[in-house]
């Protein structure tokens, strides 16, 4: 899991997933499918701009995705990447980002998930 966890604000009437999708690509280099949503949070004006965040599954890394990561180079602004394993996630994220990993990657592995859908479409 990144510690800059790749994330960001969407542009303007920019889809969430497509969003989503944007930073991942331009941190990490990779480019991947988020059509399951694994959970929904919803974040009140009192700390930020009133929003939503979500927390979508595009599976696995696998070993080409590996070497895409380690030769990609992000933009100046991220300034570290690395890979933690579950039980060192807390450390690099703020306590309601890591709240938010953690319920999603238990509904995970409960096999719950939403569908991301486009006007009652699977979205790409």
């Keep these: 899991m990144p510690s800059s966890r790749p994330t960001g604000l969407s542009e303007r009437n920019e889809l969430p997933h497509l969003a989503v999708r944007r ?3 331009t941190e990490t280099g990779l480019t991947l499918p988020l059509a ?10 009192q700390l930020l701009p009133e929003g939503m965040n979500f927390a979508y599954w595009s599976g696995r890394l696998v070993p080409m995705q590996e070497q895409i990561v380690g ?3 992000p933009p100046a602004e991220i300034v570290e990447l690395c890979w933690a394993h579950r039980a060192e996630l807390a450390d690099p994220m703020e306590a309601d980002q ?10 995970l592995g409960r096999g719950a998930h939403l569908p991301m859908l486009l006007r009652g479409v699977p979205a790409a």
């Design 71 to 73: 030769r990609h180079r």
């Design 36 to 45: 399951r949503v694994l959970a929904v949070d919803y974040v009140n004006m």
């Design 98 to 107: 890591h709240r938010r990993v953690e319920q999603a990657l238990d509904a």
């Design 23 to 25: 930073h991942i690509e």
